[in-house]
DNA sequence: GATGAATGAGATTTCATTCAT
DNA sequence: TATGAATGAAATCTCATTCAT
């Protein structure tokens, strides 16, 4: 008996991930997921019901590994800005790596894919940042404002970041990377 | 024999715009624009030779538009703090209330439609930005780092803090907008 | 300007009709309809919301030419059973001439295409044979039991000639048809 | 090494007829079969080569069985008449208690599924009741005309009779019963 | 220029059948 | 034999584009 291959999921997401970043969401078919995981269109259907389900699956599972990473190495008995900057260098780090998922996820806000549910669980995933960002103002070394806008700003800054780095073709160093941590410190220190 | 009518092209845009709003992107077709703008499908392709080129152009009309309103009122006079929050607040009111464009154009970045000249001179509107830069540094207010990383921070945080006024529908208020602007300043001061 | 064309559903109808009397409902597909039409697969949906849409549609159609012209020339002044005779053999031409329609009206009754509405506005239809009977039965001529049951027999009956004729491929003589005629009359007759 | 498990023909023809008189014969599938009669997919394949032989082989047995039941009880020696009601009561019966078996019967005969051949071996086995019928007329008690006519007759007048009783979810009365059969007996009398 | 029906290529999805376990 | 994942051909349906009016 043959059961469902696990690993065939990692295979389809990959696909549409590379997919979705070569071609845009508007233009990727289930024939090409399936051609590039390397298995036949019906088969796809044998792990997901449809386009849909696929695209919001993929969207949960990008967001997931996303947070996830995000607290690597966190340690609460280090001091604030330490800590904080491990955060963020763990998104800037894994942004820039998996920056197809960037794209996709950007891509997929927008779309009539997601439904409204799964955007709620995405919603809900931000958690852990507020905790972190609470710390912080409670040590009196972030600016005590609603801290949603605290939020805005770092993902919106490393948003565009990643992508101008990424198009940029410039390399990274651990000079520029420091010089945008700061730019970012500056606004939020209190 | 009629002319080409001028408020056609108007009336496909905003309906365009419209739904890709509230479909995304790879959710619209032209005949949803055409019934959502009250014409015929073979009308839209007396004003533009197909999907792509009806896309490109609303992408340039957005760029420039939105590029135009940026330095309203701007008057190389003013000493420099208020004459970029001046501007800052230009583009944060445009972008909110013209959502549907910043959406628009997220959307289309990494889509398969925009040809690459499209963007090339999207990226060419960007030059006025980089020069009230420039100016900020040489009157030593303003880091002196890399001016595209400055752009990035901006607008980047810019984006989603657009992004969270809309879906928050929380109101903007002043003091909101000034905290908002301060944080951006913060970050950029020398 | 081109004008939806009401010749294409008869067109459609037709080709519909043929086929699923050759290959019946579960063989037929949209693809043989609109080929056998003379028109393009993507015509069908110009017409049709789908196969459902088009086999719902073709039903009701059957249906009501069917009802329709069972009263062709009658005359209430006539006596009953000249008048009785006149529909019945109005019915028999009729399903004799148009085969293709009793198959396809037999196909659907217990096909899943046929919605619970169009299935209930066919039994309305009935309405016109329940008040012949009640004649037949107020001139005390029938048997004065369920009209409903009196009709089963005359249509079960009727069905069941059509397809023998139908199939057995004997030429259906003058005799002949009298002779069907009176069996039903001697079981209805009072 | 398993033996084929003949019980599970009897699931799987169960199954079939269900889903038949649920769905309708173009509304089935293999996997719906198999998932109605709670095996895999795979093993309808074991018991049947395809679609094809399945539902033919259905037919077949489907006729089978509604003959060898018909003349149970059936006593040469007894009066034609009694004889003659006894199996009317007979196939009545049975048809109402597996009504899902003259329902696929009925979708069988027009589609693309039975052969020929089983359609021929179907013919064959209504010789006994031409044999009845030839019993009655040599009697003097029936009409003595064409006896395919005749059978016609009963076997249109008992369909009907049998989807009326079964929509209309009216109880049949001893009473009812009766009546139907003198309706069918006075059209057959001589 | 304006219309919207017509087109057919291509997208999504289904499903009978096969095959590895 | 039993399983159900895998397959891919074929079905349904969509949609950018054309064309007759």
Redesign the interface.
């Known amino acids: 008996m043959k059961l469902k291959d696990d690993r065939k999921y990692a295979l389809i997401f990959r696909a549409a991930l590379k997919l979705?970043?070569k071609?845009?969401?508007?233009?990727i078919t289930m024939g090409d997921i399936s051609k590039e995981a390397g298995i036949a269109t019906g088969t796809l259907y044998v792990y997901f019901s449809g386009k849909d389900e696929l695209i919001n699956a993929l969207f949960a599972a990008c967001r997931e590994r996303s947070v996830a990473v995000s607290f690597k190495g966190y340690n609460p008995q280090q001091p604030f800005k330490p800590a904080f900057k491990n955060v963020w260098l763990n998104i800037l780090k894994y942004r820039l790596q998996h920056f197809e998922e960037v794209?996709f996820l950007?891509?997929c806000y927008?779309?009539?894919?997601i439904t409204a549910e799964t955007r709620e669980k995405a919603q809900q995933l931000a958690a852990p940042f507020y905790a972190l960002i609470a710390r912080g103002q409670a040590e009196q070394l972030l600016?005590n404002?609603?801290s949603?806008?605290?939020i805005?700003?770092i993902?919106?800054?490393?948003?565009?970041?990643v992508?101008?780095i990424h198009y940029?073709g410039i390399a990274l160093t651990r000079s520029?990377i420091n010089?945008?941590f700061e730019?970012?410190w500056?606004?939020?220190?209190a």
């Not at 927008?110 to 894919?113: G, Q, T, V």
Request: with cysteine; hydrophobic share 40%.
């Open positions: 979705v970043a071609k845009g969401l508007s233009g794209i950007e891509q927008h779309s009539p894919y600016k404002i609603d949603a806008m605290l805005t700003f993902i919106g800054a490393m948003n565009e970041l992508k101008q940029s520029k010089t945008s730019l970012c500056d606004a939020l220190k």
